[in-house]
Structure formats: structure tokens, C-alpha cells
């Protein structure tokens, strides 16, 4: 038997770190109960995880398909908890544990654990658990669970970022001897935003979400670049009919593409259809022009996109 702990569709950094130190925790400190624990991704890493493996020499957790489990394996789910985000075929009586930092939608015949916070980063949650258990990662970790804080709290610009994460990012620092985090960031900012080995379809897909809303299949895309005036002036319109063929193959009722300037802290939304539309003005004001509504400061898909889209779609 063994305990699976892995991160969510897509993954981004801090889905694929989390669930690697919170395997680590649990292989190191016996009160959690899982003999075998091992980390898993669901889907390819992404560009930017990539850099930060390479930068820190080490590996991603092996690919984990539904197809692979025992029927005795354990599942700890990090980073997410909806059915829509998690491994595709996945059991919801091996799930055993949940740690998020998400908005949770869940639905159980029997009893787990729950641990969810409000912190910006599910790494925040995972070194506090590590704390709590006298368990100190090595340095190497410890650098990939900075960059995941960092990466996930845009910088700590996002609103989703609290005292807590910088609390932890700056321990996590002394332990992996990094510095300079302006730098430091500025390194994962830019591997975020490094598109160019991706076509249109793929950044149509590079970060998305798909969320139920009140029976409504929306997804959310999220480019988070430093080039935002390039990407629209040069892949507009190709990434507008990538948007067709990515709603379609998904089966998504809606689609929005987010592209998100992490410097300049402002997001534009990508508008494919009038439906979209008409949700996307009720939900953030101002105007749709030429298939773009600037939605000004908002960095956060779960707290500044996503919820008022959800309301404009459930409330009249
Ligand atoms: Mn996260």
C-alpha cells in the first residue's frame, strides 16, 4: 500500500513542490501514519517549474495516472480539492487528506483530514505542518518551497498573500541561503513568462482552471507575463481562435484567457463570444474593446477572477 500525495491538473509550481515536501514530512516523521508516502504529478510540469528543478538539480515526481493506483493505494490531495481539478479517474474513497488553500467544494461519504488555510501558498501551509513536527528541509527544498511562495503570491503582490507567507519566505530563505529575493523573483517571473517553446493552444492550456458554476463549465486560462502589450499586439487573434478550439475539446460552456502583467500588476481578459461578454462586463464593469476588458489591478484567479465571474453568472 501506498500513500500518493499529489498536486492538481495543470500543475503549477507550488502544486508540485507541496506535494514533494509534504511527502518528504511524512516520510520523516511517523505521527502522519503513511508508510510509503511519494510525491506524484498528474500532468507535465511546466516551463517554469522546469527552470527551478534545473536551477536546484533536482527531479520532478514521476507522471501518476488513475490506471496506477491499487485499490489500496492512499491519495493525499495538495494544492486543490474539487473533483474538476484532480487526477482524472481518481477515486474519491482513496482520498484520505486534503491540504489547500482553495475554496473548498467537496463532497464525502466518509470522514478525512482537512487542512486548509487561508495563506497564499499551499508551501506556507506545508512548512508550518513541517514546524509544527521539528522536520527542517534540506536546502534544496527549501529553495523550490521559496520559489513556490513566491510564485504563487506573485512576488507577495498578489491579495492572496498574507503575513504568514512572507513570515515563512523569509525562513525558508535563511535555510536555502538565498539573499536577494527581488532577484530571485525577477528569475521566476521571467521563466513564467517564457512562452516562446509554447503555441497559441498550449498557452491556451498552459494554466487553466475549470470551474462549476452553478452548472455552468467555465474555464480560466491565466498567462501571468512581463509582456503583456507584446502578447496582445502579436498573438491576439491566434490565441483568440486557439480559445474555439481549446472550449470545444474541454467541453467548457465559457472560456476566458487571463493575461496577467506581474510587473505592471494589471490583467486583461481575453473575450471570445458575446455571452462572454455580457458575463465579463456585469462581473468587472467597463467595456469590451476589440475582444479585450482591461479588469485593472487583479492578479488572483481565485479571489479577483473567478469569484465576481461566478457571481455574474449565478446572481441576476
Ligand atoms: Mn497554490
Redesign the pocket.
Known sequence: MKTYVIGHLKPDT??VVAAMALAQLYQNVSCFGYSNAEAAITEKINGETSFLMNKFGLSAPALLAASDLASDDQVVLV?HNEESQRLVGLSPNQIVEIVD?HKANLNFEQPIYLTFKTWG??NTIVYSLMKENDFVPDQKLASLMLAAILS?TVGFKSVTCTPKDKEVALELAAIAQIKDLEAFTLEIFKAKSDVSKLSTEEIVKNDYKIFDFAGTKVMIDQLETVEQDIILSDKKTALLEAMVKVKTELKADMIFVAITDILKVNTKLLILDEASAKVAQKAFGGEVIEQVLDIGAALSRKKEIAPPIERALTRD
Open positions: 507550488d502544486s494544492d488553500h501558498s499551499s504563487d
